[in-house]
């Protein structure tokens, strides 16, 4: 048994060396035995079990995850702008993509569901920005807003992960419905302009109502204009603005 094993070593020791290889005693290829015994235990050894240290990692990673999300969406850093200002053709060309692949998704969409509605592209700031329209075949069906803009949000997000497949780039695509987000948006003006008046009055901080991203960044920035100081407080969807008096 023991010449067997000393006998199947050698090839594997002629091809590592150019030396002639000794004839090993047996207990040399014990310890071979022992050693690849280890060897082949090793990476069973590493491997943590099921769940075992592997719970606490997830959270965090899940939780760093979600505060970096939100914080992405409560701004516009203009992160995008400069990475995308040294592409071939600058930010501009890169945000008239988007906006051509999310229309051809979005009319797809509509052909496949058989919706009217026709699609206007623009650009707002810093994002590409797709409305879907009332035609002259028909209005926009309604229930593509949904309650409290819900259905719109989804769709949003999901035109969004069209044009990332598209493009390889994370897009900020903004998409407006029969004009809802509009509407929202001189109603969130005047809602945050109340607001401030009531801040500046009684210097005391004061909190509003969980909003969308989108509707908290348009409270932000009425703040802003103003000279007081907002942030976003809480979790998604529950996620909502606190307006404070100037330091």
């Known amino acids: 048994m023991s010449d067997q094993r000393i006998e199947e070593t050698e090839p594997v020791s002629a091809d590592s060396t150019d030396e002639p290889t000794e004839t090993s005693e047996p207990s040399d290829s014990a310890s071979l035995d022992e050693a690849g015994s280890h060897s082949a235990e090793a990476p069973t050894d590493a ?66 569901c058989d919706l009217d509605g026709d699609l206007d592209v623009d650009i707002d700031g810093d994002r590409a920005a797709v409305a879907i329209v009332d035609s002259e075949d028909g209005r926009v069906p309604r229930r593509l807003v949904g ?77 802003l204009a103003s000279g007081l100081v907002s942030e976003s407080e809480g979790s998604e969807p529950r996620r909502y603005v606190v307006i404070s008096p100037s330091a």
């Open 147 to 223: 309650p409290d803009g819900q259905v719109l949000e989804a769709l949003q997000e999901l035109t969004r992960l069209a044009v990332q497949s598209e493009t390889g780039e994370r897009s900020r695509l903004m998409l407006d419905v029969a004009g809802h987000r509009a509407e929202r948006r001189a109603a969130l003006v005047a809602l945050a302009k109340e607001a401030v008046a009531e801040v500046k009055e009684s210097g005391e901080a004061k909190s509003l109502s969980p909003m969308t991203a989108f509707e908290r960044k348009v409270v932000h920035d009425e703040v």
């Open 47 to 112: 491997e943590p079990e099921a769940g075992e240290g592997t719970g606490e990692a997830a959270a965090k990673d899940a939780d760093e995850n979600t505060e970096t999300t939100e914080a992405t969406e409560d701004r516009e850093d203009g992160e995008d702008g400069e990475e995308g200002s040294r592409r071939p053709g600058g930010r501009k060309a890169q945000l008239v993509r988007e906006g051509e692949v999310a229309a051809d998704f979005l009319e797809n969409l509509l052909d496949i």
